[in-house]
């Protein structure tokens, strides 16, 4: 592992494509890489993603351990990490306990104003009503986050639209074989981390990270540059 932050996008990537094992060896790497020093938000992710990973290969008890210093991280990654301790306490039985710290995840979410957090906490608490036998407010719960994963749904669609369109006509204008290769080549790695997106908000575990170039324009911009 060498840049920490590399390493969280990759291991965020890895849980969308479903290798939590390989999410989990990502983190712990890079929050051994870090050690005492790094940038504090950095570490606060990894450690999230740490969780999230421990959830995908069935080690709640550990999961929910870990999770027991998130009270103390930034807005952002808190609800996450938050969203993650109240799947491990329902996933261990504890469903009341479960509701009551997605609650406050919901609440998190809302203040940072993010729909991906809101689609997660919601649907995590969703998760938790459910198991808990409260099957109208886990209908309620997931009501909420719907409308957030809508949104980030039809961003991602009319990304994917966006570069399927500008690829179309780079091939019609592209004369050598190696050209139409390159093009084709450049569409499929751009292609490939937007389905994976796109399967993580549908199983509410959004991987978009704020900053990134997400917008039709920018992803076509990325296409022609080559």
């Given at each position: 592992v060498?840049d920490p932050?590399?390493?969280?996008?990759e291991?965020?990537?890895?849980?969308a494509?479903?290798?939590?094992?390989?999410?989990?060896?990502?983190?712990?790497?890079?929050?051994?890489?870090?050690?005492?020093?790094?940038?504090?938000?950095?570490r606060?992710?990894?450690?999230?993603?740490?969780?999230?990973?421990?959830?995908?290969?069935?080690?709640?008890?550990?999961?929910?351990e870990?999770?027991?210093?998130?009270?103390?991280?930034?807005?952002?990654?808190r609800?996450?990490?938050?969203?993650?301790?109240?799947l491990a306490?329902?996933?261990?039985?504890s469903h009341e306990?479960a509701?009551?710290t997605?609650?406050v995840a919901?609440?998190?979410?809302?203040e940072?104003?993010?729909?991906r957090?809101?689609?997660?906490?919601?649907?995590?608490?969703?998760?938790?009503?459910w198991?808990s036998?409260?099957?109208?407010?886990?209908?309620?719960?997931?009501?909420?986050?719907?409308?957030?994963?809508?949104?980030?749904?039809?961003?991602l669609?009319?990304t994917?639209?966006?570069?399927?369109?500008?690829?179309?006509?780079?091939?019609?204008?592209?004369?050598?074989?190696?050209?139409?290769?390159?093009?084709?080549?450049?569409?499929?790695a751009?292609?490939?981390?937007?389905?994976a997106?796109?399967g993580?908000?549908?199983n509410?575990?959004?991987?978009?990270?704020?900053?990134?170039?997400?917008?039709?324009?920018?992803?076509?911009?990325?296409?022609?540059?080559?």
């Amino acid at each position: 592992v060498g840049d920490p932050h590399v390493a969280w996008l990759e291991a965020r990537h890895q849980i969308a494509a479903a290798s939590a094992e390989r999410a989990l060896e990502l983190s712990r790497a890079a929050l051994e890489v870090l050690g005492g020093a790094g940038e504090t938000k950095t570490r606060e992710r990894l450690e999230a993603v740490e969780v999230r990973a421990l959830l995908g290969v069935g080690r709640y008890a550990e999961a929910l351990e870990k999770s027991n210093g998130s009270d103390g991280y930034c807005a952002e990654v808190r609800a996450e990490a938050l969203a993650y301790r109240g799947l491990a306490q329902t996933l261990l039985g504890s469903h009341e306990e479960a509701v009551g710290t997605l609650r406050v995840a919901e609440s998190v979410a809302q203040e940072v104003a993010i729909p991906r957090l809101i689609a997660l906490t919601g649907s995590a608490r969703g998760t938790a009503e459910w198991r808990s036998g409260h099957i109208e407010l886990a209908i309620a719960a997931y009501e909420t986050a719907n409308p957030s994963r809508r949104k980030s749904l039809d961003d991602l669609a009319g990304t994917m639209a966006a570069v399927l369109e500008a690829t179309r006509a780079a091939l019609s204008s592209a004369e050598p074989p190696q050209s139409m290769a390159a093009v084709a080549d450049r569409a499929a790695a751009l292609l490939r981390p937007l389905v994976a997106r796109a399967g993580a908000v549908i199983n509410g575990d959004d991987t978009v990270v704020a900053g990134e170039p997400m917008t039709p324009q920018a992803m076509v911009d990325r296409l022609m540059k080559g």
